[in-house]
């Protein structure tokens, strides 16, 4: 049965922790996994810039052992030609074994996924969510701080239009004992009804401020955001708010020595490059991690396992003694 991923809550915690336990053993054993998806494809397809996400599900798909066909801008697909978002997912399903989708607009990939005939991943609507962006994140907070739960995490930033932001508020409060301090400017805070459904629902604390220095000190994650200029729509306001948190080496002093500094990339310049070598900015981790578990929803959604690439290595040895090559 056909299943895709469009937002975090798609899949169950128990899901989550399976798909980050695949990803562990990928990284622990990646020659049992080299493979998994032969003679499968991955259509990417792209109608917003991207230079990590697409490379991450490609080289994620070629890992695996399969193959990849790629659509980079509306410019280049019949988009420009007036096709719908419901169109392309048909015809692309007919070329290819599952679909990786970046839009503009919130919702495409959900009108993707209805029409499509194969599983679609939904790799960034518009300001809506990012769910495999949030698989790479849960997976860098569990492997640097070894839980997922019992910590204060701070998300700062663009809160309001950061679809990462929304994601990992989704998907982490369903773990017990977290605290959240929202640190954004106050035109740019959390959406109401991401706060609602994330938050006061399930009665997690949290806190909203503007000052980063302020409480820097208590906590456990940072994940610093960009302020998006392909999300406002006055220039003036992107100007005046681009700036508004810069994280330095002075800032990082007030921190905990295990604080663990995150950011879904691309950065501008909210975290200054000499935070890069300390050991507690773990941004590029973030960036290997997210091929793990691209590769590990991937084998999901397409129903395989490590154990096509054992059947495959039997299948290839019996060919080569029949043959004589052995």
Do not use: W
Not at 27 to 37: G, M
Not at 291 to 310: D, E, F, G, V
């Amino acid at each position: 049965m056909k299943r895709s991923i469009i937002d975090v809550p798609d899949l169950t915690p128990e899901e989550l922790d399976q798909l980050m336990d695949t990803a562990e053993d990928i990284i622990a054993h990646p020659d049992d996994y080299a493979d998994a998806c032969r003679r499968k494809k991955l259509a990417t397809l792209f109608f917003e810039p991207s230079t990590r996400t697409r490379l991450s599900f490609e080289a994620a798909m070629y890992e695996l052992g399969g193959n990849v066909l790629s659509v980079t801008g509306a410019g280049t697909s019949s988009a420009a030609k007036g096709e719908s978002v419901a169109d392309t997912a048909k015809t692309v399903s007919c070329y290819a074994d599952i679909i990786a989708m970046r839009h503009p607009k919130e919702g495409a990939a959900l009108v993707a996924a209805r029409n499509a005939s194969v599983p679609v991943i939904n790799a960034g609507d518009g300001g809506h969510c990012h769910p495999t962006q949030t698989l790479a994140d849960l997976l860098t907070i569990r492997r640097e701080k070894g839980r997922l739960g019992s910590m204060t995490v701070g998300l700062c930033g663009d809160l309001k239009f950061g679809r990462t932001v929304h994601s990992l508020l989704n998907a982490m409060s369903r773990y017990e004992g977290l605290n959240f301090v929202l640190i954004s400017p106050e035109e740019l805070k959390v959406p109401s009804y991401v706060k609602n459904d994330a938050l006061k629902k399930k009665n997690i604390p949290y806190v909203q401020t503007t000052d980063l220095e302020e409480v820097i000190g208590d906590l456990d994650i940072l994940y610093m955001t960009r302020v998006q200029r392909e999300r406002f729509f006055n220039e003036e306001d992107y100007l005046r708010l681009r700036d508004s948190y810069i994280l330095t080496p002075e800032k990082m002093k007030k921190a905990k020595p295990d604080l663990c500094v995150m950011h879904p990339l691309p950065r501008v310049n909210e975290i200054s490059v000499a935070v890069d070598e300390d050991p507690r900015a773990c941004y590029f981790k973030q960036v290997l991690n997210g091929k793990y578990m691209r590769m590990a929803l991937i084998l999901k959604l397409l129903n395989l396992s490590r154990a096509r690439t054992a059947d495959a290595s039997v299948s290839r040895t019996a060919h080569e003694m029949e043959g004589g090559t052995i």
